[in-house]
């Protein structure tokens, strides 16, 4: 399909994950267009680069969701990566994990809470932070640790795919409140958040590439508009060639449009409402913005109430800091 914009035919890989809404100026067409059909092409030919995940967090990711599969198997896979041992042990003793795991809905001891349980983690091993989050959990703080700048290659624009990456994080422990607060699907949510628009890193990486051949510029904005065009194909790839589990696919697949994700609806809708939550709330203090989430269905549909989605928001700064200990 192709997308009218500012003079602009820009190919959309899928007709209901269109995002451009009304014009946005670009500096150069033509030149965007150019890059555009290129990226069509590698996308519809398979010549995008999918990096592959570290064997460790592949391993994790299949046994967590194995039935059936012990903890110690778990353990035996981490155990092997010390580097990912350093990386989980440091994220359980930011708090934020050990606090969340036991959440309810009342958050007046938030900051006693973390303190808490940053006491309580200081000293857990691998096998104590898997008894005390659960298999599932602890493989998707494995991917989580895993997305960094190191998979892709973009010379001269780390930036941008950092910045992607740190997005996906966000999505992905707000998306794990969400579900928290209702009590329901919390182990996929997680995993969900993170993969949601996986795709997007791949697009710019092969948008800087296409450009590179073509002895041409493209802005921070021509990225954007790029990544937003053709994320959902990007995605779909990403998650094929590291094997997501199906709900994964599902929310992928549906984020735009959730009321036709079928049984992955409620994972999706929470999806959705914690790439709200990482959009709006680390922007800094914005009235306008705050009342547009607020107005927002999908927190209507998910039953959340205003004072919890105040609540909800109260959070941002310990998911902020929570989402820098994965970098």
Same mark, same amino acid.
Request: hydrophobic share 45%; proline share 4%.
């Given at each position: /399909? !192709?997308?009218?914009?500012?003079?602009?035919?820009?190919?959309?890989?899928?007709? =209901?994950?269109?995002?451009?809404?009304?014009?946005?100026?670009? +500096?150069?067409?033509?030149?965007?267009?150019?890059?555009?059909?290129? *990226?069509?092409?590698?996308? %519809? =030919? =398979?010549?995008?680069?999918?990096?592959?995940?570290?064997?460790?967090?592949?391993?994790?990711?299949?046994?967590?969701?194995?039935?059936?599969?012990?903890?110690?198997?778990? %353990? &035996? *896979?981490?155990?092997?990566? !010390?580097? /990912?041992?350093?990386?989980?042990?440091?994220?359980?003793?930011?708090?934020?994990?050990?606090?969340? #795991?036991?959440?309810?809905?009342?958050?007046?001891?938030?900051?006693?809470?973390?303190?808490?349980?940053?006491?309580?983690?200081?000293?857990?091993?691998?096998?104590?932070?898997?008894?005390?989050?659960?298999?599932?959990?602890?493989?998707?703080?494995?991917?989580?640790?895993?997305?960094?700048?190191?998979?892709? =290659?973009?010379?001269?624009?780390?930036?941008?795919?950092?910045?992607?990456?740190?997005?996906?994080?966000?999505?992905?422990?707000?998306?794990?409140?969400?579900?928290?607060?209702?009590?329901? %699907?919390? +182990?996929?949510?997680?995993?969900?958040?993170?993969?949601?628009?996986?795709?997007?890193?791949?697009?710019?990486?092969?948008?800087?590439?296409? @450009? $590179?051949? %073509?002895? /041409?510029?493209?802005?921070?904005?021509?990225?954007?508009?790029?990544?937003?065009?053709?994320?959902?194909?990007?995605?779909?790839?990403?998650?094929?060639?590291?094997?997501?589990?199906?709900?994964?696919? &599902? $929310? #992928?697949?549906?984020?735009?449009?959730?009321?036709? @994700?079928?049984?992955?609806?409620?994972?999706?809708?929470?999806? $959705?409402?914690? &790439?709200?939550?990482?959009?709006?709330?680390?922007?800094?203090?914005?009235? $306008? @913005?705050? +009342?547009? *989430? &607020?107005?927002?269905?999908?927190?209507?549909?998910?039953?959340?109430?205003?004072?919890?989605?105040?609540? *909800?928001? +109260?959070? #941002?700064?310990?998911?902020? @800091?929570?989402?820098?200990?994965?970098?």
């Amino acid at each position: /399909m !192709q997308i009218h914009v500012l003079g602009l035919d820009l190919y959309n890989v899928s007709q =209901n994950h269109s995002r451009l809404k009304q014009p946005i100026p670009m +500096e150069n067409p033509i030149q965007l267009q150019v890059i555009a059909d290129s *990226l069509h092409n590698r996308l %519809h =030919n =398979n010549a995008v680069h999918v990096p592959q995940l570290p064997q460790v967090v592949a391993s994790s990711l299949q046994v967590s969701r194995t039935p059936g599969a012990k903890p110690e198997q778990l %353990h &035996a *896979l981490i155990s092997a990566d !010390q580097s /990912m041992v350093d990386g989980l042990i440091r994220i359980c003793n930011t708090g934020f994990f050990g606090n969340f #795991a036991q959440l309810d809905t009342d958050f007046a001891q938030l900051d006693t809470d973390f303190a808490q349980s940053a006491t309580d983690l200081a000293h857990l091993d691998t096998q104590s932070v898997i008894a005390h989050l659960g298999q599932q959990t602890v493989a998707d703080i494995t991917l989580a640790l895993s997305l960094n700048a190191g998979l892709f =290659n973009a010379p001269g624009h780390t930036q941008y795919v950092v910045e992607q990456l740190r997005q996906a994080i966000l999505c992905g422990l707000w998306s794990r409140q969400v579900a928290l607060l209702r009590r329901r %699907h919390i +182990e996929a949510a997680m995993i969900c958040g993170l993969c949601k628009s996986i795709g997007r890193p791949v697009v710019i990486e092969a948008a800087l590439d296409c @450009a $590179v051949r %073509h002895r /041409m510029h493209l802005s921070y904005q021509d990225l954007m508009i790029l990544a937003d065009q053709f994320e959902y194909g990007a995605t779909q790839k990403v998650l094929a060639t590291w094997q997501m589990p199906e709900v994964v696919h &599902a $929310v #992928a697949t549906h984020w735009l449009d959730y009321r036709n @994700a079928g049984e992955a609806r409620e994972q999706t809708m929470t999806t $959705v409402a914690g &790439a709200r939550l990482a959009t709006i709330c680390h922007k800094g203090e914005n009235p $306008v @913005a705050r +009342e547009a *989430l &607020a107005r927002d269905r999908v927190f209507t549909d998910l039953g959340i109430s205003g004072k919890q989605l105040d609540q *909800l928001c +109260e959070l #941002a700064a310990p998911i902020a @800091a929570a989402a820098s200990s994965f970098s």
